[in-house]
């Protein structure tokens, strides 16, 4: 009875500690709170300014002093309005095979844009051959930025994430290189920045976007991001404008319209794919991916792979 | 004068070096080939048959008719209006849609021959002095360019939403309608406008034209599309009119972000994964603590009992 | 077993017992050496580490396609390996089978060991190991990472409690009779053995702690094997993707530690003279274990391959031709042969589980574990479902470069060191549950 009625005071005691800590601790995050909002309503007056991104605000005018931090406040701006993505937008691609004749503009733009290696694809124009006896094709490959991304899902961190306008993005200032989104996608559309990135001193003063993954870092993921800092100024994607055969359409399927990058022509998106058998590739995967193709029929050219030789030894290397 | 010389030089070269890069430049038809004779006669239903195959299968390379904006390649598509296409036979014009010649696709097994000479018909209402029949091929609807100040507004017909654009001078407080001018009814979209109407529709005697408006066309919220006419042959300056109207299909957005997933993020996680992985953690090490207190206990016994 | 020894014999047998197993820690012949021997491995390790830091994880053969290799092999490998701590300690405890009590600190040695560097060994594995604590400051619930991290703490913070519960009595003893240790040493005997007076009271508190362990560990266990299958399963990969990997890791993860129990068994019955503790009865019940754990295992083996190349789907003969008649072919017949089957066969008789056969048969087991675990993480990664093109040569195959061997060093001597330490601190076998079982009154052991 005795060493019970300890135990019980014992516990008692513990939980007075618990209980203690927990009080001190939430008085805090109250004052905290009580401070902010403070801050918030103050008597001294608001004034008008105007953000980064065009928008004009209200601050109270102590808050205005701390112009050392502009560089990094901005940065978080970026990065903030990167992962916010563009309200009532829903972005998708039409690749249409029956086009595609290997010119490798989009590669080459998209490179460019994102600070690549030549070996390094966020767009990758592959030679395709489904079976022995079906016709070979050429299909770029950029990432399909898809509505049940496996690659978010296995992300421990959040660096990668799916944006309200669809578009799967990387934070590689987030990013701890686990590479367990590469193992999560089926397409193989991520890569990784293996040794310094190209050009890294050329970029080393840059701020952050995070809509086009520039300076991109050693040690973190990278991939196709469906040129979102594009899509935000309303112009097509780096490949989709590079194409010199309008093989790319791209626009907004909440508006059921597309824009081919070639011609600047805007159509029917859900026309465009029921005319032509539209499809996704993989799609028993269950990724419902953002990017369709078009068959590769009534072509206007013949397929001739640039080497025919490698093209041959890869097609077989399915992988 | 020397300098002139040098700049002839300079043309003729540049000029043919096209030439020079394509051997096989000069594009030669068999005689026999170039006397073949079209059977199938020059009538409307031909010519717009034959201009909707233009504008699958050829356009993307060779451009929109008399405008030149065929696609800069070496040898340059030409322009289906220009002499060099015009001066051919129909026969030759045949044999070369049909075997092709570099860029060009051969189109012997792609388009059957009947539609070859479709496009030919078409090809040949291009000519100059000639102009485009268009699906109001009515005897009138002939584009004429205009000198005057042209105004555009629009009416909308509700029982069959049908957008009736009308052309028209204002002069002296009266509105004189303009015929004759090309006129294309775009929708407002986010990159590039849509068009309603694939090619120009030219104003009749009321200098109107009409579209009809695609029902499944998404709007706003509630269903409001911001229209676009535009005057696009006809005249010089750029007129244009825009106007709501709320016959879209009502879209309401719904952001994806909103929905408890796998793929969004920690806290929008769904609500079995995050009871099982709280109530797990928080039962297992409650009971690792559990056991750490009852092993704080020994010292407690072994102290007591010493003394 | 059970009767109780009078006072004087008690005492008598109690004497035995604690020279018995506290003169290897006072014996340090060589001892430097080994040391010498783990420091060596460490400083290559840390040598190819500070290379990688300083070059990015370009250095190893991991490239685009074929992302995780030496290393996630090297950390599936290692969680394997500490799932044994449950199955001796908890599993065997449970069903109140004597015979584990002289092995059951070993196999819990090696259990907290390959946990502990199971986590090290993942963060070796990172391109940006210096934001590792995002794992906590930015956790995603849903990613299997997340998971593993947590169940892999878990795992470790239960696997020491299993361990240093039965050592309490123990660093009484060591406290009484190693008074000329240093000082350092004394302490922590007089800090483990946390007030030890063998009183019924704290007896029944360590039993009851260590039944609810017990109970407690064998889901957990479970779990982190099964996490860590989930890094695989949970991807849409042919040759990941599939629903028996969890119960298939885990009885691989029983071969392995079995075999690794039995290696650790073998050496400190030579090194520390334990003949007299680590029986040859010993060896064959652990070789009767093996034999159990590979024939469960071989099942899942066959599960695993028949079944995909009965079907022959497009994506997996990819797979499956690589490892049955490609260029994994060597390898994979050679652990299924070496690994699993041949072992199996031997070890069905019983003069190979005598001491030394049964260990040379373990080795072979223990290599045959770790090139599975490799055969399971790269092959996978080199079938995709779309070609890979345009991108070098060293791009579609991998080979582990020198800095990734060297670096998996530093792990192994990591596990080694942690081993070596605890049993030179502490008795491997704990003296008070062998004086229960020969019937020292419980009273003395102090």
């Known amino acids: 009875m005795e060493e019970n009625n300890n135990s019980r005071r014992d516990f008692l005691k513990k939980l007075g500690i618990v209980v203690g800590v927990g009080a001190v601790a939430t008085a805090g995050a109250v004052y905290v709170g009580y401070d902010y909002e403070k801050k918030k309503n103050p008597a001294g007056k608001m004034v008008k300014v105007l953000t980064a991104d065009g928008k004009l605000m209200e601050v109270p005018e102590e808050d205005l002093i701390q112009a050392e931090m502009e560089a990094e406040t901005q940065l978080t701006a970026l990065t903030n309005r990167g992962r916010e993505g563009i309200a009532g937008k829903s972005w998708v691609m039409v690749i249409d095979l029956s086009k595609c004749r290997n010119a490798r503009m989009c590669m080459a733009a998209c490179q460019g844009a994102h600070q690549l290696r030549p070996e390094q694809h966020h767009i990758n124009v592959l030679r395709m051959q489904d079976t022995e006896k079906t016709a070979p094709y050429f299909m770029p490959k950029p990432c399909y930025h898809c509505d049940n991304p496996p690659c978010v899902k296995v992300c421990p961190v959040d660096a990668t994430f799916k944006r309200q306008d669809g578009i799967v993005l990387i934070d590689n200032e987030r990013c701890i290189g686990c590479r367990f989104c590469i193992a999560g996608c089926p397409y193989s559309a991520r890569i990784f920045q293996w040794f310094e990135p190209r050009d890294v001193e050329k970029y080393a003063d840059k701020e952050y976007d995070i809509e086009l993954n520039v300076p991109q870092k050693k040690g973190t993921i990278s991939k196709c991001l469906f040129s979102a800092d594009r899509c935000r100024e309303g112009e097509l994607p780096y490949c989709v404008s590079a194409c010199p055969n309008g093989v790319y359409y791209f626009g907004d399927m909440n508006e059921d319209v597309v824009v081919n990058g070639t011609t600047k022509e805007a159509m029917r998106f859900s026309e465009l794919i029921r005319k032509n058998a539209g499809y996704t590739v993989h799609e028993e995967l269950g990724t419902k991916p953002r990017v369709y193709y078009l068959p590769p029929k009534n072509r206007l050219f013949d397929y001739v792979p640039e080497n025919p030789e490698q093209g041959e030894q890869n097609d077989t290397h399915h992988g | ?307 | 077993m059970n009767q109780t020894l009078n006072q004087e014999d008690s005492k008598n047998t109690l004497r035995k017992i604690e020279d018995d197993l506290i003169r290897p820690l006072r014996n340090h012949k060589g001892f430097e050496l080994w040391i010498l021997f783990l420091l060596l491995m460490f400083i290559i390790g840390g040598y190819a580490y500070i290379i990688q830091l300083k070059d990015g994880l370009g250095v190893t053969g991991l490239r685009d396609y074929v992302s995780w290799g030496l290393y996630i092999s090297n950390f599936v490998f290692f969680v394997a390996a500490s799932l044994i701590g449950m199955l001796i300690s908890s599993v065997l405890g449970l069903l109140k089978i004597k015979w584990i009590t002289p092995i059951s600190r070993i196999a819990e040695m090696i259990a907290l060991a390959f946990a502990m560097w199971a986590g090290l060994v993942i963060i070796i594995d990172m391109g940006r190991p210096d934001r590792f604590p995002y794992v906590l400051l930015h956790a995603r619930l849903q990613s299997p990472i997340l998971w593993d991290v947590t169940v892999v703490t878990t795992y470790v913070a239960i696997s020491t409690l299993l361990l240093v519960l039965p050592l309490i009595p123990d660093a009484s003893i060591l406290k009484r009779r190693m008074t000329d240790a240093p000082k350092w040493q004394q302490f922590i005997y007089t800090m483990v053995s946390s007030g030890w007076i063998a009183s019924p009271e704290q007896y029944a508190i360590i039993r009851k702690s260590m039944r609810i362990l017990a109970i407690l560990i064998v889901p957990v266990a479970l779990a982190i094997h099964t996490v860590t299958s989930w890094l695989f399963a949970s991807t849409l990969r042919p040759g990941w993707d599939t629903t028996i990997f969890g119960p298939y890791f885990v009885t691989g993860a029983f071969v392995a530690g079995v075999a690794a129990v039995i290696i650790g068994m073998y050496f400190f019955r030579v090194n520390y003279r334990l003949a007299n503790y680590i029986t040859d009865f010993h060896f064959n019940r652990m070789g009767q274990l093996l034999v159990l754990v590979s024939l469960v295992y071989f099942y899942f083996n066959i599960n695993e391959f028949l079944v995909p190349a009965y079907k022959m789907k497009t994506m997996d003969v990819h797979h499956l031709h690589g490892l049955f008649a490609g260029k994994h072919a060597v390898m994979f017949w050679s652990v299924q042969l070496f690994g699993l089957i041949i072992p199996l066969i031997l070890l069905i008789f019983r003069p190979f589980r005598k001491p030394l056969p049964i260990m040379v048969i373990s080795i072979f087991v223990i290599i045959g574990a770790w090139l599975k675990r490799y055969l399971i993480v790269v092959p996978a990664q080199e079938h995709t479902f779309l070609p890979i093109q345009n991108v070098p040569e060293n791009f579609m195959v991998y080979q582990p470069t020198a800095v990734e061997i060297m670096l998996t060093l530093l792990p192994i001597a990591g596990v080694l060191l942690i081993i070596t330490i605890i049993a030179k601190l502490f008795p491997v076998i704990p003296i008070w549950e062998i004086a229960h079982e020969k019937g020292v009154d419980e009273s003395i052991l102090k």
């Open chain 2, 1 to 307: 004068m020397n300098r002139h010389i040098y700049l002839i030089f300079a043309l003729i070269f540049f000029g043919c070096l096209p030439v020079l890069t394509y051997s096989q430049a000069v594009w030669t038809v068999s005689s026999a080939d170039a006397a073949k004779k079209n059977p199938v006669p020059a009538n409307d239903k031909s010519v717009n048959s034959g201009k909707s195959l233009y504008n699958a299968q050829c356009k993307s390379c060779h451009g929109d008719p008399g405008k030149g904006n065929g696609l800069p390649l070496v040898p340059k598509p030409q322009d289906p209006t220009s002499d060099i296409i015009q001066k051919n036979s129909d026969g030759a014009l045949l044999y070369k849609i049909s075997n092709g010649r570099g860029a060009m696709p051969r189109f012997k097994d792609v388009i059957k021959d009947e539609d070859k000479w479709n496009i030919i018909n078409y090809i040949r209402s291009l000519k100059k002095g000639k102009t485009a029949s268009s699906e109001t091929s009515v005897p009138d609807a002939i584009i004429q360019s205009f000198e005057g100040k042209v105004e555009l507004a629009f009416r909308f017909v509700d029982s069959t939403k049908t957008i009736i654009v009308k052309a028209v001078n204002p002069k002296e407080g009266v509105l004189i309608p303009v015929p004759g001018l090309g006129i294309t009814v775009f929708a407002k979209r986010y990159f590039r406008d849509l068009k309603l109407n694939a090619d120009a529709l030219i104003t009749n005697a009321d200098g109107e034209v009409e579209v009809d408006f695609p029902g499944s066309l998404p709007g706003d919220s509630i269903g409001n599309v911001l229209l676009l006419a535009r005057v696009t042959e006809g005249v010089s300056d750029s007129v244009a009119v825009s106007a709501q109207i709320g016959w879209g299909k009502p879209f309401v957005y719904i952001n994806p972000r909103s929905e408890r997933s796998l793929w969004n993020s920690t806290w929008m996680a769904p609500w079995w994964l995050l009871l099982s992985y709280f109530g797990v953690v928080i039962g297992v090490w409650g009971t690792i603590f559990y056991i750490v207190l009852e092993v704080g206990k020994l010292k407690k016994i072994g102290s007591q009992q010493a003394s």
